[in-house]
Nanobody
Framework: QVQLVESGGGLVQAGDSLRLSCAAS????????MGWFRQAPGKEREFVAG????????YYADSVRGRFTISRDNAKNTVYLQMNSLKPEDTAVYYC????????????????????WGQGTQVTVSS
């Protein structure tokens, strides 16, 4: 079992930055690829960014590429999402998730491939 706890969300203005953190406990984080997803009101949850077990590969949704950066510190069992140049359309609940199957023909962008999820943290961007 892995427990994931997100933090760092909040209310910001367009153009501001936020850094989300996802702290893991229960098992060594390096066993898992990690992803960030988000869900806006009235919309389905969508992939935002993903990172391989030791950070060698990173993946981004087109909507955030160039503005968001995913990183991880396995020694601290923590994954981060640095969000710059935030836009109102980035408003959503952000979730981190752990994927034990990465590299086995699965897609890091696919929700169903993830084993564990955090409870989410709200990010609100005002215009």
């Amino acid at each position: 079992q892995v427990q994931l706890v997100e933090s760092g969300g909040g209310l910001v203005q367009a153009g501001d930055s936020l850094r989300l953190s996802c702290a893991a406990s229960g098992r060594t984080l390096s066993r898992y690829a990690m992803g960030w997803f988000r869900q806006a009101p009235g919309k389905e949850r969508e992939f935002v960014a993903g990172i391989s077990r030791f950070g060698g590969n990173r993946y981004y949704a087109d909507s955030v590429r160039g503005r968001f950066t995913i990183s991880r510190d396995n020694a601290k069992n923590t994954v981060y999402l640095q969000m710059n140049s935030l836009k109102p359309e980035d408003t959503a609940v952000y979730y981190c998730a752990a994927d034990s199957t990465y590299g086995s023909g699965t897609s890091i962008a696919r929700e169903s491939d993830y084993d564990y999820w955090g409870q989410g943290t709200q990010v609100t961007v005002s215009s």
